[in-house]
């Protein structure tokens, strides 16, 4: 039996977004609280990394426009209590056939449920954003509650405020083994936990922690490639310019979607990103480049030459990013630990 002194209410093994804001729920509700992370903070080697992330209210799906009314009052709770910007509202642009059945459905939601929003024509989206080119017959949805999360730096505030709510954070300890009963005993590369509870948030790690319990996820761990590409001015595609983020619906000649966030993460460059990946394990996650992800970043260069007129057509900075789905047909909630 393990001292109470030394027994945790909860341990959670991953600090991406999930791990941490998991931890710090716990901590604020008075829960004692350990949080693991196998690399030492901060690193590039999950899903949380980098400066930049979408958030939305506009979805297909009910719920998750529902949903996202309290994901924003609880980013901006989170601001005023580390008294820093977390989040910049420059909007949503959905690009999309006039007749595209997801854009409608989006529409519908927004409409439903009250949500700022604007439909644009193709001569209304040249005169607001004249450096998007449209083909024919492509129109805009504007979700105006849509932006940016400033991804990394939301990862340290949170980090600081488990700690300063009295939680642990340990980084560079790699769990080894989980050790299930009452309490659970987790072994790392340094030591053993004792806690009455486990959560793991761990992503593509997810399964390999699971395995020797018996337990396997139906997951699909997937290799994003994220790209940069240049401006032909600085500038022109940045929040300065107010130019929004935007999603491609399934605009020719890329079977998925497409997105992209004004220039900020580096000068002069503009995230534009195939909401697609490959499958591989984490540990393979940087090994040569296949052949599918040149295609991908073939179709983002075709996408980016024909609708993004004033960005140089070839990427100048290719960096990766895991992303976990749960399979579309488990009937538990389908989980992102990437938001776009």
């Known amino acids: 039996m393990a001292a109470q002194e030394d027994l945790c209410d909860a341990i959670v093994i991953g600090a991406g977004i999930q791990g941490c804001f998991t931890a710090y729920h716990l901590a604020k509700h008075g829960k004692k609280v350990l949080l693991l992370e196998q690399f030492f903070l901060p690193h590039s080697r999950g899903s949380s990394h980098g400066q930049s992330r979408i958030i939305r209210r506009a979805y297909p799906e009910d719920f998750y426009t529902q949903m996202m009314d309290e994901c924003y009052q609880i980013w901006a709770q989170l601001e005023q209590e580390a008294g820093t910007q977390l989040h910049r509202q420059t909007g949503l642009l959905l690009l999309g056939m006039n007749k595209n059945p997801e854009l409608k459905t989006i529409q519908a939601t927004l409409s439903r449920h009250g949500v700022e ?181 073939q179709i983002l260069s075709h996408f980016v030459r024909d609708h993004l007129p004033d960005l140089q057509p070839e990427p100048a900075v290719v960096e990766r990013c895991m992303y976990t789905d749960m399979d579309s047909s488990c009937p538990l909630l389908w989980a992102r630990s990437c938001v776009n």
């Not at 005169?127 to 024919?136: E, M």
């Not at 405020?161 to 939680?167: S, T």
């Not at 310019?241 to 002069?268: K, N, V």
């Not at 499958?279 to 599918?292: G, L, V, W, Y």
């Open 117 to 297: 929003h604007q439909c644009l024509s193709s001569e209304e989206l040249k005169q607001r954003f004249p450096n998007i080119r449209l083909a024919r017959g492509e129109v805009g949805l504007l979700d105006k509650s849509g932006g940016v999360l400033y991804a990394d730096k939301a990862l340290r505030v949170l980090q600081d405020a488990i700690r300063q709510l009295g939680g642990i954070v340990r980084d560079g300890e790699k769990v080894m083994a989980i050790k299930p009963g009452l309490p659970v005993l987790v072994e790392t590369t340094s030591r053993s936990y004792q806690a009455k509870n486990l959560v793991i948030t761990a992503g593509p790690w997810t399964n390999q922690l699971l395995r020797p319990l018996g337990i396997e996820l139906p997951l699909q761990t997937l290799r994003i490639n994220v790209c940069y590409w240049k401006e032909n001015v600085p500038g022109s595609y940045g929040v300065s310019q107010a130019f929004p983020c935007f999603l491609g619906l399934d605009l020719s000649p890329a079977p998925h979607h497409i997105y992209g966030l004004p220039s900020r993460e580096y000068p002069g460059l503009m995230k534009v990103c195939y909401h697609h990946g490959n499958n591989a394990e984490p540990e393979e996650r940087d090994c040569p480049t296949a052949s599918s992800d040149i295609q991908d970043i």
